[in-house]
């Protein structure tokens, strides 16, 4: 089977693309992350979109699309949103036995929603104990070098990519890194947000005055802090800070990304 094509210029593929609310999207597109194939160069049919751990499709189910892997790119687990039902059988027959079906949930992208006085009370009612930091080097490293933690920085090159194009805000225990809200992915009107508690840390709150913070400071920079929420929780959460939700939509976590034609 051929492989895919790897696109550059993306003006080509930008047209099949139209309509998506996906600042995943937008951040490829834009030349910000991510990675573009096709079909063909020339006047793509089908095309794939690959930022961070997620994976777009447009155009004509492509299986030689469906299976290509970038090839820099380690992780096994992938999360792939099919445009129609057409992509949903492909995904379905290719990744028979090592993938989940799964809902999630899109929330409005609506920039006057926020209101910044409820958003200071949250801040300012931090569990007693936490204190909020910008994520700074020191709070970097940290987050890499945890599992649950590393998704909050992880879509940057480095801790210098990050303090140039990357915004984030973590809750401390004294030294522990307790939860955190950053820019999953970026895009040229604003971030991607990326929530994540450590496990005998929640329930306090603290992801919900991460995120407070981290939408105060992207509004005070003119940015858009996009959010989609990956089950209820986190919807119900996106709410509490402003949001409304839009839509479910289907997704496929994949376990077998592996890029090999016999997937």
Same mark, same amino acid.
């Given at each position: 089977?051929? /492989?895919?094509?790897?696109?550059?210029?993306?003006? /080509? *593929?930008?047209?099949?693309?139209? +309509?998506?609310?996906?600042?995943?999207?937008?951040? $490829?597109?834009?030349?910000?992350?991510?990675?573009?194939?096709?079909?063909?160069?020339? #006047?793509?049919?089908?095309?794939?979109?690959?930022?961070?751990?997620? $994976?777009?499709?447009? +155009? @004509?189910?492509?299986?030689?699309?469906?299976? @290509?892997?970038?090839?820099?790119?380690?992780?096994?687990?992938?999360?792939? !949103?099919?445009?129609?039902?057409?992509?949903?059988?492909? *995904?379905?027959?290719?990744?028979?036995?090592?993938?989940?079906?799964?809902? %999630?949930?899109?929330?409005?992208?609506?920039?006057? !929603?926020?209101?910044? &006085? /409820?958003?200071?009370?949250?801040?300012? @009612?931090?569990?007693?104990?936490?204190?909020?930091?910008?994520?700074?080097?020191?709070?970097?490293?940290?987050?890499?070098?945890?599992?649950?933690?590393?998704?909050?920085?992880?879509?940057?090159?480095?801790?210098?990519?990050?303090?140039?194009?990357?915004? +984030?805000?973590?809750?401390?225990?004294?030294? *522990?890194?307790?939860?955190?809200?950053?820019?999953?992915?970026?895009?040229?009107?604003? *971030?991607?947000?990326?929530?994540?508690?450590?496990?005998?840390?929640?329930? &306090?709150?603290?992801?919900?005055?991460?995120?407070?913070?981290?939408?105060? #400071?992207?509004?005070? %920079?003119?940015?858009?802090?996009?959010?989609?929420?990956?089950?209820?929780?986190?919807?119900?959460?996106?709410? &509490?800070?402003?949001?409304?939700?839009?839509?479910?939509?289907?997704?496929?976590?994949?376990? +077998?990304?592996?890029?090999?034609?016999?997937?």
């Amino acid at each position: 089977m051929e /492989k895919a094509v790897e696109i550059l210029d993306k003006s /080509k *593929i930008a047209d099949l693309f139209a +309509g998506w609310e996906e600042t995943l999207i937008w951040s $490829c597109l834009q030349d910000c992350m991510g990675r573009a194939y096709a079909d063909t160069e020339e #006047d793509p049919q089908s095309v794939q979109i690959v930022v961070g751990d997620f $994976c777009f499709f447009a +155009g @004509n189910p492509s299986a030689r699309l469906v299976r @290509n892997k970038p090839d820099d790119r380690e992780s096994e687990f992938v999360i792939m !949103v099919p445009p129609s039902a057409d992509w949903e059988d492909m *995904i379905e027959d290719v990744y028979r036995g090592c993938s989940k079906k799964v809902i %999630r949930y899109a929330i409005r992208k609506e920039p006057d !929603v926020f209101d910044k &006085k /409820k958003l200071e009370e949250i801040v300012k @009612n931090c569990p007693e104990g936490f204190s909020l930091h910008r994520i700074d080097g020191e709070i970097y490293r940290r987050a890499m070098g945890e599992s649950w933690s590393a998704d909050l920085c992880s879509q940057f090159r480095d801790y210098e990519d990050y303090r140039r194009r990357g915004l +984030g805000v973590a809750a401390m225990d004294r030294h *522990i890194l307790a939860a955190g809200a950053s820019s999953y992915t970026v895009y040229k009107q604003g *971030i991607e947000i990326e929530v994540d508690t450590r496990q005998d840390y929640r329930r &306090k709150g603290l992801a919900l005055c991460c995120a407070a913070q981290l939408i105060l #400071d992207c509004l005070e %920079r003119g940015m858009y802090p996009s959010w989609d929420a990956q089950n209820p929780a986190s919807a119900a959460l996106a709410e &509490k800070l402003g949001y409304h939700f839009d839509k479910e939509y289907t997704a496929y976590e994949v376990y +077998g990304f592996t890029g090999n034609d016999e997937t």
